[in-house]
């Protein structure tokens, strides 16, 4: 089944303790993005990425890292997660960006306390 | 500064009615403009994409109109159903030859038996 796997569904953490969000797609999808989204203020992208080794801010990078070693992760890291940062986080993922639709995963409920 | 919006009240209507969904935008020059349907807590699931030289797309009971003069895109689902209750956001790419899609917040659609 094509899909983005997100992991994990639910995280509770403490501020400061870094942490990793990990995302798969098993779709040979060359764009990956993601986004976080809080009440009020909607989807709101954080990074991007248009292939390998190839990343790029989007509209909420602080506090949060990325890397695209291998096509099909794209995994987020809080190097040290503050209580601003609890959302429900999307990755997502496309064929070949904006004029094809994104594939999202199930989301990731981050509380950092 | 670049805004896209959508109606923030609920649109309830009644069981077989069309249900029409409004996004206006300003300070972009939108491409690609794309539709997604989002339940509580589910990721964002891709609906239609319309681009700027169509004026109109069809999928079923989905249809997409793309007004790059009024800067406007209607959302319309025919005969609808309760199932069709969800939040409804549309999403536009920036323009810049890479994949950033920037989100409105969503109306969400309530359809009463």
């Known amino acids: 089944e094509a899909q983005v796997t997100q992991n994990p569904r639910y995280l509770i953490t403490v501020t400061g303790k870094k942490l990793t969000v990990t995302c798969s797609q098993n779709m040979n999808h060359e764009y990956m993005s993601w986004y976080r989204q809080d009440p009020g203020l909607g989807l709101r992208q954080i990074y991007y990425?248009?292939?390998?080794?190839?990343?790029d801010k989007g509209d909420v990078p602080e506090g949060y890292k990325v890397s695209r070693k291998e096509k099909r992760n794209f995994p987020l890291i809080l190097e040290s997660p503050s209580p601003n940062q609890t959302s429900l986080y999307f990755c997502?993922?496309?064929?070949?960006?904006?004029?094809?639709?994104?594939?999202f995963g199930s989301g990731t409920r981050l509380t950092v306390v | 500064s670049q805004k896209i919006e959508q109606n923030s009240e609920a649109l309830n209507i009644q069981e077989g009615k069309t249900a029409t969904l409004t996004c206006n935008y300003t300070?972009?020059?939108?491409?690609?403009l794309q539709w997604y349907r989002q339940d509580p807590g589910r990721g964002p699931v891709f609906l239609l994409l319309i681009r700027e030289n169509e004026k109109e797309k069809r999928k079923e009971r989905l249809k997409v109109t793309f007004d790059t003069t009024l800067k406007q895109s209607l959302f319309h689902i025919t005969a609808s159903q309760p199932a069709d209750s969800a939040t409804y956001l549309c999403a536009l790419d920036k323009n810049s030859g890479y994949s950033t899609l920037t989100f409105g917040k969503g109306t969400m659609l309530l359809v009463s038996p």
């Open positions: 990425s248009m292939n390998v080794e190839v990343t």
């Open positions: 300070n972009y020059s939108p491409a690609y």
């Open positions: 997502a993922s496309s064929l070949s960006g904006r004029d094809r639709g994104y594939t």
